[in-house]
């Protein structure tokens, strides 16, 4: 995993860490929203870097996606 990629969830989320790798463990679609957050969030810091390069729409996209799945998780994290 890349320590320098912004937004990972430990840091958008520090209190809830703990939560977090608890509910990885004992919550199969918690781990998947998980995954697919990380999956985004490398992509969305691929293309802001230019290290992959995508039109300003795909990137939109991207951080929409991204916006989505961490509200997810949030409300998991809530419950």
Do not use: C
Not at 32 to 61: I, Q
């Amino acid at each position: 995993m890349m320590a320098n990629t912004p937004h990972e969830l430990a840091e958008e989320f520090p209190a809830e860490a703990g939560k977090i790798s608890a509910l990885k463990e004992t919550d199969a679609h918690f781990a998947r929203l998980v995954e697919e957050y990380h999956t985004v969030n490398r992509a969305v810091h691929r293309a802001e870097t230019r290290v992959e390069p995508v039109s300003d729409e795909h990137e939109g996209e991207l951080r929409k996606q991204r916006a989505a799945l961490k509200d997810d998780i949030w409300q998991r994290l809530s419950a």
